[in-house]
T-cell receptor
Framework: DAGVIQSPRHEVTEMGQEVTLRCKPI?????LFWYRQTMMRGLELLIY????????DSGMPEDRFSAKMPNASFSTLKIQPSEPRDSAVYFC????????????????FGNGTRLTVT | AQSVAQPEDQVNVAEGNPLTVKCTYS??????LFWYVQYPNRGLQFLLK??????LVKGSYGFEAEFNKSQTSFHLKKPSALVSDSALYFC??????????FGGGTRVLVKP
């Protein structure tokens, strides 16, 4: 199993540019989560999906952020326009299906995308 | 609302000594509790979880944690720390739904 795969690993962009982060969850997992990690705020849940449907997006900072999951094997997190305060490490995670009591299962994390907005 | 507190930003311990990383939580209802470890430039890795049953749970790499309902705590322990245990440790709680809330993290430094 390749685990959760995120791309790119590093992204450096200028303020105002659009940024798209990508995630491939573990096959068979039907929960997908996007987290943001910063020194100041720690790990913040941005949004999570179940069966490709957004369940809770209350952590999405503002309208500049959007996330999609067009199918079970792919999700994107887009920031448009990007700002320097968006600089952080963005993690994607997935977990087991709800039919297997996914809420009791641990999350499996990707290695993250380190975003720097100058 | 659910929350997790890790009162220590950093824990220093000598190799071979016991290691404890503290965690307290606040939830409505029965908690599902988790510990994760993060190495530099990597994602979080699952160590162990408490769902129900025995209060002492054992996990990966010789770690264990004790669930204490009356103190709402879930401290992580290892009897004999290794230099390779130096990392960032996160406690997390999940109550209703599948929303995992993390503590602020505790950096562990094990000195040879």
């Amino acid at each position: 199993d390749a685990g959760v795969i995120q791309s790119p690993r590093h992204e450096v962009t200028e303020m105002g540019q659009e940024v798209t982060l990508r995630c491939k969850p573990i096959s068979g997992h039907d929960y997908l989560f996007w987290y943001r990690q910063t020194m100041m705020r720690g790990l913040e849940l941005l949004i999570y999906f179940n069966n490709n449907v957004p369940i809770d997006d209350s952590g999405m900072p503002e309208d500049r952020f959007s996330a999609k999951m067009p199918n079970a094997s792919f999700s994107t997190l887009k920031i448009q326009p990007s700002e320097p305060r968006d600089s952080a490490v963005y993690f994607c995670a997935s977990s087991l299906p709800s039919r297997n009591r996914g809420e009791k299962s641990p999350l499996h994390f990707g290695n993250g995308t380190r975003l720097t907005v100058t | 609302a659910q929350s997790v507190a890790q009162p220590e930003d950093q824990v220093n311990v000598a190799e071979g000594n016991p290691l404890t990383v503290k965690c307290t939580y606040s939830v409505s209802g029965n908690p599902y509790l988790f510990w994760y470890v993060q190495y530099p430039n990597r994602g979080l890795q699952f160590l162990l979880k408490y769902i129900t049953g025995d209060n002492l749970v054992k996990g990966s790499y010789g770690f264990e944690a004790e669930f204490n309902k009356s103190q709402t705590s879930f401290h992580l322990k290892k009897p004999s720390a290794l230099v390779s245990d130096s990392a960032l440790y996160f406690c997390a709680v999940k109550a209703a739904g599948n929303k995992l809330t993390f503590g602020g993290g505790t950096r562990v430094l094990v000195k040879p």
